[in-house]
Structures are given as C-alpha cells and as structure tokens.
T-cell receptor
Framework: GDSVTQMEGPVTLSEEAFLTINCTYT??????LFWYVQYPGEGLQLLLK?????DKGSNKGFEATYRKETTSFHLEKGSVQVSDSAVYFC???????????FGSGTRLSIRP | DTGVSQDPRHKITKRGQNVTFRCDPI?????LYWYRQTLGQGPEFLTY????????KSRLLSDRFSAERPKGSFSTLEIQRTEQGDSAMYLC???????????????FGPGTRLLVL
C-alpha cells in the first residue's frame, strides 16, 4: 500500500554541515511530493514541494528533487544552521485524492 | 489571513469521557481535513470535508469518532467514551479546491493535544 519511508533520527550535525535526509515512497502513479517541517512548539509547515518527475522544490536553502525512477525525494541543505533544528516529514498526495501520506519524521538537531 | 486555528490546544480527560475539538480553517478555504499524530509518528489522515459534505473517512475513524462541518466553515471532532489509545495530537488542515479540481496546499493548525488518563 501507499507509504513513505524516511531516514530514522535523530540526526545531529554541527552548524554549517551538509544535510541529507533520505526519503522514498511507495505509490501508484505520480503523486505530488512534499517536505513538511515542525519546529519546536509550532504546527506543521510546508517546506517545499514538487509536482512532477525531475522537478526540484526549494525553500530556505533546502532542496529536493522528484526522482521517479528511484521513487525518492531526498532533502538536502548545503550549510545547516541551529535554527534548522526541527522534525522533518516527507509526504505525498495524489492529485485526485485529498489525504496526505506522511512518513514518520526525522528529528534534526544542529549543534552550534 | 489568520491561519488555521484549533481549540483547545490541550485537553486532559478521564477514560470514558467525551471530548470535542474545534477547528477554524482559513477563510474561503472550502476543504477541511482532520489528522491524528501519535508520538514519534507522522500525521495520519482521519477525514475531510468539501464545504459541509464529509467526503472521505479513514478506517482509523471508529464509531466513537464523529466530525461535522455544519455550515461549511468551522468543524468539530468529537470522541465519545475516550480510551487511553486516543491520546494523540489532533491536527486540522484546510485548503482551497481550485479550478478544475486542482489541489492546493494544505495549511495546518497548531493541533489539539489530547491526553486520556
């Protein structure tokens, strides 16, 4: 069935390190793909999205590319900051449906 | 645009009691969704409304759960005879179903954290 598998956390990095959080999905057809972020004490926010194969979503220095052949949507950032500490969720949604399928989340902690 | 709001933000109740949560979506958003998030997991879809019509319900939504959106604006989620397993964060989201059924971004509220003792 439909599912999202993402890197287990917690992930701890030093400030200015390179970040990759892996995400793969199982879906029929070609859904839209998302990364959501949940900062401490705040609600879920959409970080970036891609709606078709080879699209690159980007926001706040984060990037992810829709890879149809590997059913992946890995999140990357070249230089993380302490303020990036949060829980990151990979997710997808079919255009014909309404519900978003989320992964279990990856907690990211950045050391100064 | 004041965002999606939920009330209460926290609720502690005893097993067997009924609880009701409220969600106010972004104005003009015609779609409203409920999700449940347990500790260490991602949100799981419960149900959604298009205006006042409830169009889909997850198998997670047992008979003890009922959701309404009577006038197509705010929504309520009621849990009857709460159980300890109902302890979770209940999230509401809203979106605008655009032209030709184009899906728009879902915007999430801050959630209601329920603890059943």
């Amino acid at each position: 069935g439909d599912s999202v598998t993402q890197m287990e956390g917690p992930v701890t990095l030093s400030e200015e390190a390179f970040l990759t959080i892996n995400c793969t999905y199982t879906a029929t057809g070609y859904p839209s793909l998302f990364w959501y972020v949940q900062y401490p004490g705040e609600g879920l926010q959409l970080l970036l999205k891609a709606t078709k194969a080879d699209d690159k979503g980007s926001n706040k220095g984060f990037e992810a590319t829709y890879r149809k052949e590997t059913t992946s949507f890995h999140l990357e950032k070249g230089s993380v900051q302490v303020s990036d500490s949060a829980v990151y969720f990979c997710a997808f949604e079919y255009s014909s449906a309404s519900k978003i399928i989320f992964g279990s989340g990856t907690r990211l902690s950045i050391r100064p | 645009d004041t965002g999606v709001s939920q009330d209460p933000r926290h609720k502690i109740t005893k097993r067997g009691q009924n609880v009701t949560f409220r969600c106010d979506p972004i104005s003009e958003h015609n779609r409203l969704y409920w999700y449940r998030q347990t500790l260490g997991q991602g949100p799981e879809f419960l149900t959604y409304f298009q205006n006042e019509a409830q169009l889909e319900k997850s198998r997670l939504l047992s008979d003890r759960f009922s959701a309404e959106r009577p006038k197509g604006s705010f929504s309520t989620l009621e849990i009857q005879r709460t159980e300890q397993g109902d302890s979770a964060m209940y999230l509401c989201a809203s979106s605008l179903d655009g032209l030709a059924g184009k899906q728009e971004t879902q915007y999430f509220g801050p959630g209601t954290r329920l603890l059943v003792l």
